[in-house]
């Protein structure tokens, strides 16, 4: 055995690690809401009443990146976690993945918006320039910040197993009802929404985040920008309409993307990269490799 190879297999994170990452994921943040939901009077007299901007709820919504973090330092110490991190770099991919980031996610909430036919009924909901700035950054540092464990670990992990579609699909229910409590906590955005319609919306996601972050080789970057995006407070409410545009859009990505979803010879399995230089080098273009040119591949 090379030594190359010596050095995959000690920063290799086991699939084992899949149980107590979500055994940390669900547990912080189920227990943080339970508390909540079973101690009301309690905990809003100790820590006031719990919204989605507390302090506790974000701990919460961190809490597959915490476990996630917590995993790979436990498996392979600091420097496993600086070459995990590292993956926050990988941002090459095909322009049609793009063009649904930048283009197509809002026309999903627009179309959602105009079927339920608020899109021209309610005014822009920020009075200035400063409350926009400012949900823009709360939005950008509360969701996207849970791929750090969803796509960061549990996905490549998942795919050792399964093929790409399967994965995404055992994956989105798990992401789904991991949200479950905030829908029975009122004060959280959830809790004016309906939950399987946001439970088909997760496993729609799921899938369209699967073959962007196979398509990327493994970023963490693009599926939290994605996050970004279907979080973003810019689009017009368009629950629960818009989990059909993205249920729709899930199914083309599969078709147009078929021969990738359907195997597992090309999935992201690698939570850690061997080399943290690699990494960086690959995304610059200097070590592309040969990659099929299907939807979202370069």
Same mark, same amino acid.
């Given at each position: 055995?090379?030594?190359?190879?010596?050095?995959?297999? %000690?920063?290799? $994170?086991?699939?084992?690690?899949?149980?107590?990452?979500?055994?940390?994921?669900?547990?912080?943040?189920?227990?943080?809401?339970?508390?909540?939901?079973?101690?009301?009077?309690?905990?809003?007299?100790?820590?006031?009443?719990?919204?989605?901007?507390?302090?506790?709820?974000?701990?919460?919504?961190?809490?597959?990146?915490?476990?996630? /973090?917590?995993?790979?330092?436990?498996?392979?110490? +600091?420097?496993?976690?600086?070459?995990?991190?590292?993956?926050?770099?990988?941002?090459?991919?095909?322009?049609?993945?793009?063009?649904? !980031?930048?283009?197509?996610?809002?026309?999903?909430?627009?179309?959602?918006?105009?079927?339920?036919?608020?899109?021209?009924?309610?005014?822009?909901?920020?009075?200035?320039?400063?409350?926009?700035?400012?949900?823009?950054?709360? +939005?950008?540092?509360?969701?996207?910040?849970?791929?750090?464990?969803?796509?960061?670990?549990?996905?490549?992990?998942?795919?050792?197993? /399964?093929?790409?579609?399967?994965?995404?699909?055992?994956?989105?229910?798990?992401?789904? /009802?991991?949200?479950?409590?905030? /829908?029975? @906590?009122?004060? +959280?955005?959830?809790?004016?929404?309906?939950?399987?319609?946001? @439970?088909?919306?997760?496993?729609? $996601?799921?899938?369209?985040?699967?073959?962007?972050?196979?398509?990327?080789?493994?970023?963490?970057?693009?599926?939290?920008?994605?996050?970004?995006?279907?979080?973003?407070?810019?689009?017009?409410?368009?629950?629960?309409?818009?989990?059909?545009?993205?249920?729709?859009?899930?199914? @083309?990505?599969?078709?147009?993307?078929?021969?990738?979803?359907?195997?597992?010879?090309?999935?992201?399995?690698?939570?850690?990269?061997?080399?943290?230089? %690699?990494?960086?080098?690959?995304?610059?273009?200097?070590?592309?490799?040969?990659?099929? %040119?299907? !939807?979202? %591949?370069?």
């Amino acid at each position: 055995m090379t030594t190359g190879s010596l050095v995959a297999e %000690r920063s290799q $994170i086991p699939f084992i690690s899949l149980m107590p990452f979500l055994l940390m994921a669900f547990g912080l943040a189920w227990g943080i809401l339970a508390l909540f939901i079973f101690l009301p009077d309690q905990m809003t007299g100790i820590f006031g009443q719990l919204t989605g901007q507390h302090p506790l709820f974000f701990l919460a919504v961190y809490a597959p990146a915490i476990a996630a /973090f917590i995993v790979v330092t436990h498996m392979g110490g +600091t420097g496993s976690l600086r070459r995990y991190l590292a993956r926050l770099l990988l941002w090459r991919c095909s322009r049609s993945w793009y063009a649904l !980031l930048i283009i197509g996610i809002p026309l999903l909430f627009f179309g959602g918006s105009a079927l339920k036919g608020n899109l021209f009924a309610e005014p822009f909901p920020f009075p200035s320039f400063q409350s926009l700035i400012v949900a823009l950054v709360l +939005t950008a540092i509360k969701g996207p910040v849970e791929e750090f464990g969803w796509r960061g670990l549990a996905l490549p992990l998942l795919q050792r197993k /399964f093929a790409p579609i399967w994965a995404a699909l055992v994956l989105g229910i798990i992401w789904g /009802f991991w949200h479950l409590p905030a /829908f029975l @906590l009122s004060g +959280t955005q959830q809790s004016a929404w309906s939950f399987t319609p946001f @439970l088909a919306g997760s496993v729609a $996601i799921s899938v369209i985040v699967t073959s962007l972050f196979n398509a990327s080789r493994g970023s963490i970057l693009l599926p939290a920008f994605l996050h970004f995006q279907c979080n973003n407070p810019i689009w017009p409410d368009a629950q629960p309409y818009d989990t059909l545009f993205f249920v729709a859009a899930a199914v @083309l990505v599969v078709w147009f993307d078929r021969k990738a979803m359907f195997t597992r010879a090309g999935a992201v399995t690698q939570v850690i990269p061997q080399d943290e230089s %690699r990494v960086v080098a690959s995304d610059l273009g200097s070590d592309t490799g040969t990659v099929p %040119r299907v !939807l979202g %591949r370069e």
